[in-house]
């Protein structure tokens, strides 16, 4: 089928009343979740994964994808208002955003920033439409050892783009590969670390995990740190830019939509790391660096446009190569595995309606977003007034219900609140919950993979040498492993 064959299948799909009412439903519900500081768009989709058990697997995957980018818009607004950022990609925001704020351009931040997210967005949809099936087709010729290769490349690459210490983040992906091992031997069947746990049987379920990581550590967290921090009180006008914003906005969104797509590739953050670069970028290429962070418009539009254009970009490796680039991405990837749908090169030609229908999806939910954000702002304004002593025992709640709804077994309640406390403390030294989730999920795929290569192999390592793309892999991973200790001892000497 051409192109625009496989438009109109996927438009055929998305536009179903019950797809569009999920679509709607998963993009109002992450813009709520990227106003409201706290959750995140990753504790979001953990905590409605269980809902879509008994749902279509396309309305399953356009809701969840409509809760992600949704989140990325809606982040924008408590970072321009209250100076909080909704979600990490929104940091960048605050700089500039709230300046306006104060100046009494709130209006022109929130507008610039929703259509620059529409823009960025759409972009980003297409170039996942016209990228993912290329690279799905590219990985037919993928075997066990170029699969335990990518897998390996992409946990260190992980672990060299997270946020905090490199060592801190390998800690973390090994513990993560240590849980992928509880359960069913893969390959001889015998139980493994069970302890005579019929729930341990099958493994650390993905639900109770992310939700105790990215959920209860959340709650306790933000309840270690809980501020009063009111809402900057400003008469908001103006949310259609005028002409000078867009000529000052036009470049800096076209810049930030295509980088932000092939950072958004890249494992790790894809769009917190997008919208940092995005704002250097535009503060290096401007002709008054100087006013950054002082209320420029260009602050704004850059970043808000990378990362959104990066959460399409982050879809690419799961849909084509099966391979999760992030923790929000490996509870993709446990949605579909929980329909019976394996991501991987063969995706796209075995569930073509499914691919095509999430593409026009995002097509529909990006439409959507735009015509939400700027008449809802006020509504978005008073809910931030919501103090937070009355948000964290209902989102407790919900989790509860959540896991439990899941197989009607208390043992999963006490995985996740035991993950939720761990993963609270682990905060409070610097360690990050994403790489251990991230292996959890891969770690599974990485030791099949090398005990099938193996078997092949006959128990001979150099198959993993002489076969090019799985050379290349082994040795990306050793640079990016091996880079940051030359940098140190240059540093030293």
């Known amino acids: 089928m051409d192109i625009f064959t496989n438009v109109a299948l996927g438009f055929s799909v998305a536009l179903r009343p019950e797809n569009l009412l999920f ?42 994808a409509g809760i992600y980018y949704g989140a990325m818009y809606g982040g924008s607004t408590t970072s ?13 925001t605050c700089l500039d955003g709230y ?32 990228l993912a099936p290329v690279l799905g087709r590219a990985a037919l010729s993928f075997g066990p050892p170029e699969y335990f290769a990518l897998t390996l490349a992409g946990l260190t690459l992980v672990s060299y783009l997270t946020q905090g210490s490199m060592v801190k983040a390998l800690i973390m992906a090994i513990l993560g590969l240590l849980a992928g091992t509880v359960g069913m031997d893969p390959i001889s069947g015998e139980e493994r670390f069970t302890y005579g746990t019929l729930t341990l049987r099958d493994g650390f379920g ?4 992310a939700m105790g990581l990215f959920g209860i550590a959340e709650v306790l967290e933000n309840l270690a740190v809980l501020s009063t921090q009111s809402v900057y009180q400003t008469k908001i006008h ?47 290429l401007s002709r008054y660096p100087e006013k950054f962070g002082t209320g420029v418009i260009e602050g704004v539009a850059g970043p808000e446009a990378a990362n959104n254009s990066a959460t399409a970009g982050s879809f690419i490796p799961l849909l084509s190569l099966g391979i999760p680039t992030s923790a929000i991405m490996a509870l993709f990837m446990g949605a579909l595995m929980i329909h019976g749908i394996q991501p991987g090169p063969l995706f796209i030609s075995k569930y073509p309606e499914l691919f095509w229908g999430f593409i026009a999806s995002m097509y529909v939910g990006n439409a959507m977003l735009l015509v939400l954000n700027l008449p809802l702002i006020g509504i978005w304004v008073r809910l931030l007034k919501t103090p937070y002593v009355i948000l964290f025992p209902l989102i407790l709640l919900f989790c509860l219900i959540g896991v439990y709804s899941l197989n009607a077994n208390v043992t999963e309640i006490i995985i996740m609140l035991a993950f939720g406390i761990i993963g609270f403390f682990m ?18 795929i990485m030791e099949t993979s090398l005990r099938q290569s193996l078997l092949i192999s006959r128990g001979n390592f150099m198959i993993f040498v002489n076969r090019p793309i799985c050379a290349v892999l082994i040795v990306v991973t050793a640079a990016f492993l091996i880079w940051p200790i030359f940098m140190r001892k240059r540093k030293d000497d």
């Open 238 to 284: 103006g949310l259609l830019p005028n002409r000078k914003d867009w000529r000052d906005s036009a470049a800096p969104i076209a810049r930030g939509s295509a980088l932000g797509f092939f950072l958004g590739i890249l494992p790790g953050p894809g769009p917190v790391i997008a919208s940092f670069v995005s704002y250097a970028m535009e503060k290096r």
């Open 23 to 64: 679509c709607f439903l998963g993009s109002l519900v992450g813009t709520l979740v990227g106003v409201l500081p706290g959750l995140g768009p990753v504790g979001a989709v953990a905590f409605l994964l269980s809902l879509t058990f008994k749902m279509e697997p396309a309305s399953a995957i356009i809701m969840l």
């Open 99 to 130: 300046r306006m704020a104060r100046q009494g351009r709130a209006g022109a931040a929130l507008g610039i920033s929703a259509f620059g997210s529409f823009i960025a967005g759409t972009f980003g949809v297409v170039g996942l439409m016209f």
């Open 80 to 92: 321009i208002l209250v100076n909080i950022p909704g979600e990490t990609a929104s940091v960048v």
């Open 206 to 209: 993905l639900v109770p995990v």
């Open 427 to 444: 905060r409070r030294v610097g360690f990050e919950g994403a790489p251990f989730i991230l292996a959890m999920v891969l770690g599974p």
